[in-house]
C-alpha cells in the first residue's frame, strides 16, 4: 500500500503498524519500511508517532545496518516538526541537512518544500539552488531523480517574481505536460478560482487535470526498472550453494558486463528510471522459501530482483557524475563500467 493512496481506501494507522512489523522481520530494509510507516502515520495525523520513527532510524543501535540516506530521514523529520509546531527544531534540523550538502535531490527538495510551505520564500530559493550548484554542475543531462529539484526551484522562483535564468530554461525543456511551467506555477492562477467567468475556471481545469497527469507519471515510477547484482563474494556463496544457477552466470565479470550491456540496451529503447539493486544469498532464500520456490529455479531471479526494488533498494543507473560504480568497485563510474 502507498502512503498516497486516498484516506478512503487505506487505514494508515493500521498500515504504519503493519510497516512496523514488517521491518522487524526485514532489518536489512528497516528504513525503507519505516519511512513508509512515517508517511502513514503523518497521513493519520499521528505526527508525534512519525517523529519517533524517524528518530528510531537516526538513533540505530549499534550493529545495526548504517542507514543509506540519513539527510532524507533528517529532512522528512524537519517537515514533519514544523507542521506540528516544532519550528525552532525543524529550522536546526534544515540547516544542518543544508551544511552536509547531500548527493541525493530528495533531501533538498523536502527542506525547500518545507520552507516554502511556511512562506520562506527566499530560504526555499536559496536551498533549491545550493542544491542544483551541488548536483547539476557538468552540463549533463539531468538524472530524473533531479527533475522535482528544477520544477520546484522554478516555481519558487515564478512566487518571487524572478526572471528566467538557464536552470529555469532546463526546467522548461525536461517538463513535457501539455500546460507549460510558466502557466503551472503563475501566482495569479488562485484568482481564476474567485472568477464568475466559465473561461476561467475552465482554464484552471485544464491546468490541474495537467498538474494531475504529471503527477500520476511520477506515481507510476514507484520503483527502476532493476537489474539484479551479485557482490562477488555472494555469487560465489550462490553458485556453491545452487550449482544448476551457473548457467546464468558463467563468471563474475561476464555477470557484470551483462548487467552494464542490459542496461544501456533499456536505455537506447527509451526505457526510463533504470537501477541496480544488490542482491544477497540469505535474503534470496528467505523470498523463495515465500514463493515456494527452489532458489536454483533460474526464473526467480528477475521477480527477486522487482521485489528489491520494490522496497526501495534500488541504486540509479547511471551513477551522477563523480558518484562511486555501481558494481562496488570503489572507483568512479566514469573510470569503471561507464567508461566507453
Known sequence: MRPDTPAENVDHAAEAARLERTAGLY????????LRAAAHLELSGARP???????????????SPELENPS????????????????????AIIDGVRAAAPRDPAAWVIVAEALESHDELEAAHETLTEGARLLLTDGA????????????????????????????????????????????????????????DPADLEAEISRLRAELGAYREALSRPFPVAMLHWPAGELTELLEAYPALAAEYPSYEEHLSTIEAALREL???????????????????????????????????????????????????????GAACWCGSGQAYGECHGSD
Not at 532489518?27 to 519505516?34: G, I, Q, Y
Open 141 to 196: 543531462e539531468p538524472s530524473y531523480s533531479t527533475h522535482p529539484l528544477l520544477y520546484g526551484r522554478h516555481r519558487v522562483r515564478r512566487m518571487l517574481g524572478l526572471p528566467h535564468d538557464a536552470w529555469d530554461a532546463l526546467a522548461d525543456t525536461l517538463h513535457t505536460m501539455p500546460v507549460s511551467l510558466d502557466e503551472l506555477h503563475d501566482p495569479k492562477r488562485v484568482w481564476s478560482l474567485g472568477s464568475d
Open 267 to 321: 536505455a537506447s529503447s527509451g526505457t526510463p528510471n533504470l537501477g541496480v539493486v544488490p542482491g544477497t544469498v540469505p535474503s534470496y532464500e528467505a523470498f523463495a522459501a515465500s514463493e515456494s520456490a527452489s532458489p536454483a529455479d533460474p526464473s526467480l531471479l528477475p521477480q527477486y530482483a522487482t521485489t528489491l526494488a520494490a522496497r526501495g533498494l534500488a541504486v540509479a543507473w547511471p551513477p551522477q557524475r
Open 72 to 91: 532524507l530521514v533528517r529532512a522528512l523529520k524537519a517537515s514533519n516538526l514544523w507542521e506540528y509546531d516544532h519550528e525552532a527544531e525543524a529550522r
Open 27 to 34: 532489518p536489512e530494509d528497516a528504513e525503507a519500511l519505516l
Open 49 to 63: 508517532a512519525a517523529t519517533t520513527l524517524y528518530d528510531r532510524l537516526l538513533s540505530s543501535a549499534p550493529g
